[in-house]
């Protein structure tokens, strides 16, 4: 039997070329584009290439190649992405401002016109009261003149009046717009839940309260091995996971409660009149409604494989500040994650 020759033998052998990470599929992109390497660009860019967001790869795609910064950040207010939301302040405030200054400069051109009427109309009637012989023609003249000069300050005021109905109407939309570009910033745009920037603002607004952040659990939630599912299984089967687990978690919170997704593969509740042992509950029920619904196939000669959790609970009333309350949670969690024959730790427990 003949021998393959060593070389042959060699480049059978040697291993292939990893895939490309999605930081690096990014960064050639953006490359070849010659887009600059803000962190809002490589977010717009994640959208469009790891997101799948068919609309907004189709937009960069039509600004060619070397797409001007303005242009880009455009799309990015356009889609309402998390790091552009600050632009759409910025550029909100800007239109807001230039709406006044016009309408105070169109108001202060309508006070002029009135002034220079009332100086036309005082200048008419001193000339009539000085001179009562003077000819009709004369006054019939002046009077014309009067006639004309209302006129035109009556057309102006009717003028400046549509303006200010128009320029209401914009900053209506401006105010909608900003309102809608906060609720931007504080949703998680893959699950359609609150994030982190949500999360961080109700807990800061329990700390706020005059009565104080007592009575209030925080749970923080791992989803066990998560990126080992995402890397033998593919980023889509783990995107369709982390939307099912959102939705599980959605219907499992009532009305004053939150849940939302603060990392990856991380979630948190915040459960408003909760003391330890129904937090314990809680969290035990979430642990056991995960593992009986969230089943992915692995292959067809396999019984499906099922997601896992850990969860820590942190109590608001043994935190002074609500960064202490989310460092609570965390020790626990990561005390969940180090022992998986117990999934559920709390702190201080």
Same mark, same amino acid.
């Given at each position: 039997?003949?021998?393959?020759p060593?070389s042959?033998?060699? =480049? $059978? /052998? &040697?291993? %292939?070329?990893a895939?490309p990470?999605?930081?690096?599929?990014?960064?050639?992109?953006? @490359?070849?584009? #010659?887009?600059?390497?803000?962190?809002?660009?490589y977010?717009?860019?994640?959208?469009?290439?790891?997101?799948?967001?068919?609309?907004?790869?189709?937009?960069?795609?039509?600004?060619?190649?070397?797409?001007?910064?303005?242009?880009?950040?455009g799309?990015?207010?356009k889609?309402?992405?998390?790091?552009?939301?600050?632009?759409?302040?910025?550029?909100?405030?800007?239109?807001?401002?230039?709406?006044? =200054? $016009? /309408? &105070?400069e %169109?108001?202060?051109?309508?006070?002029?016109?009135?002034?220079?009427?009332?100086?036309? @109309?005082?200048? #008419?009637l001193?000339s009539?009261?000085?001179?009562?012989?003077?000819?009709?023609?004369s006054?019939?003249?002046?009077?014309?003149?009067?006639?004309?000069?209302?006129s035109?300050?009556?057309?102006?005021?009717?003028?400046?009046e549509?303006r200010?109905r128009s320029?209401?109407?914009?900053?209506?939309?401006?105010?909608l717009?900003?309102a809608?570009?906060?609720?931007?910033?504080a949703?998680?745009?893959?699950?359609g839940?609150?994030n %982190?920037?949500?999360?961080?603002?109700?807990?800061?607004?329990?700390?706020?309260?005059?009565?104080g952040a007592?009575?209030?659990?925080?749970?923080?939630?791992d989803?066990?091995?998560?990126?080992?599912?995402s890397?033998?299984y593919?980023?889509?089967?783990?995107?369709?996971?982390?939307?099912k687990?959102?939705?599980?978690?959605?219907?499992?919170?009532k009305?004053?409660?939150l849940?939302?997704?603060?990392?990856g593969?991380e979630f948190?509740?915040l459960?408003?009149?909760?003391?330890m042992?129904?937090?314990?509950?809680?969290?035990?029920?979430?642990?056991?409604?995960?593992e009986?619904?969230?089943?992915f196939?692995t292959s067809d000669n396999?019984?499906?494989?099922?997601?896992?959790?850990?969860l820590?609970?942190?109590?608001?009333?043994?935190?002074?500040?609500?960064?202490?309350?989310?460092?609570?949670a965390?020790?626990?969690?990561?005390?969940?994650?180090?022992?998986r024959?117990?999934p559920?730790q709390?702190?201080?427990?």
């Amino acid at each position: 039997m003949r021998t393959a020759p060593n070389s042959q033998v060699q =480049r $059978e /052998a &040697a291993p %292939r070329p990893a895939a490309p990470t999605d930081i690096q599929r990014i960064a050639q992109h953006m @490359a070849r584009l #010659a887009i600059a390497g803000l962190p809002r660009n490589y977010e717009l860019l994640h959208e469009a290439i790891i997101g799948q967001n068919a609309g907004l790869a189709q937009d960069i795609a039509a600004l060619g190649p070397s797409p001007r910064q303005a242009s880009l950040d455009g799309l990015g207010l356009k889609y309402r992405l998390v790091s552009h939301c600050g632009l759409a302040s910025e550029v909100s405030h800007g239109e807001t401002s230039k709406l006044l =200054r $016009e /309408a &105070a400069e %169109r108001l202060s051109e309508s006070l002029r016109q009135k002034q220079a009427f009332v100086r036309a @109309a005082e200048t #008419a009637l001193q000339s009539i009261a000085g001179n009562l012989e003077q000819s009709l023609c004369s006054f019939m003249s002046e009077m014309e003149y009067l006639s004309t000069s209302l006129s035109t300050v009556l057309a102006s005021e009717k003028d400046i009046e549509a303006r200010l109905r128009s320029d209401v109407e914009r900053l209506e939309t401006i105010e909608l717009g900003i309102a809608a570009a906060h609720c931007a910033s504080a949703t998680d745009k893959l699950t359609g839940i609150p994030n %982190r920037i949500a999360l961080n603002k109700a807990i800061a607004d329990l700390y706020d309260r005059e009565e104080g952040a007592s009575g209030n659990a925080l749970i923080m939630v791992d989803v066990d091995d998560f990126k080992a599912v995402s890397t033998r299984y593919g980023t889509q089967v783990g995107t369709r996971l982390l939307k099912k687990l959102a939705d599980l978690f959605r219907k499992s919170i009532k009305k004053n409660d939150l849940v939302a997704r603060t990392d990856g593969h991380e979630f948190a509740f915040l459960f408003a009149n909760v003391g330890m042992q129904e937090a314990l509950a809680i969290a035990d029920r979430l642990r056991a409604s995960v593992e009986d619904h969230l089943a992915f196939a692995t292959s067809d000669n396999t019984a499906p494989a099922k997601l896992t959790i850990s969860l820590g609970i942190a109590l608001s009333a043994d935190a002074a500040t609500a960064s202490q309350l989310q460092a609570n949670a965390r020790v626990a969690l990561h005390a969940a994650q180090s022992n998986r024959r117990q999934p559920v730790q709390a702190f201080g427990r």
